[in-house]
C-alpha cells in the first residue's frame, strides 16, 4: 500500500516528535528503509508505525511550492495483514481492539513479518 491509502489510518500509540523528525528527515533523503508499516486495512488502523506514519503526514503537511515532496514515489510503504489478525483472533476468542500491541512476535511468529522482527519494537 503507498502512502495515499494509509495516511487517514489511526496511530496505535502516542508519538515522541523529536523522533518522528528524525524519521521525516530520513524519508526526506534516503527514502523509504526498512519494514513496511502493517496494517489493518479492513478497520483503517496500524499495527505498527505510529511514527512513521507521523513523518509522513508531517512531510506531506509541510510541502510548499519549492518543496513538494510526492509521498507515493516511496512506493509501498505499508503491508495489510489482516489475514494474519483475523486468524490469530479466531484461534485466541478475541478481536482486532483485545490484541496487545505490544508483543506482536506472538501474533507474527512464524509469518513472513517475522523477517522484520529485529526492526519492529514491539515484537
Keep these: 500500500m503507498q502512502a495515499s491509502e494509509i495516511m487517514m489510518f489511526e496511530a ?4 515522541d516528535q523529536t523522533h518522528v523528525d528524525e524519521i521525516a528527515e530520513s524519508i526526506r533523503e534516503n527514502g523509504w528503509i526498512g519494514a513496511p ?10 499495527v505498527t508505525g505510529s511514527h512513521r506514519l507521523a513523518a ?16 507515493d514515489t516511496l512506493g509501498d510503504i505499508a503491508e495489510p495483514v489482516d489475514d494474519i489478525i483475523e486468524a490469530w483472533c479466531a484461534e485466541n476468542s478475541c478481536t482486532v481492539y ?3 500491541y505490544d508483543r506482536l512476535g506472538d501474533i507474527f511468529a512464524g509469518t513472513w513479518v517475522e523477517k522484520w522482527k529485529s526492526e519492529i519494537v514491539e515484537w
Design 37 to 46: 508499516i502493517l496494517v489493518i486495512a479492513s478497520h483503517g488502523m496500524l
Design 98 to 100: 483485545d490484541i496487545q
Design 56 to 71: 509522513l503526514r508531517q512531510i506531506d503537511e509541510a510541502w510548499d511550492d519549492d518543496e513538494w515532496f510526492d509521498l
Design 12 to 15: 496505535i500509540n502516542p508519538v
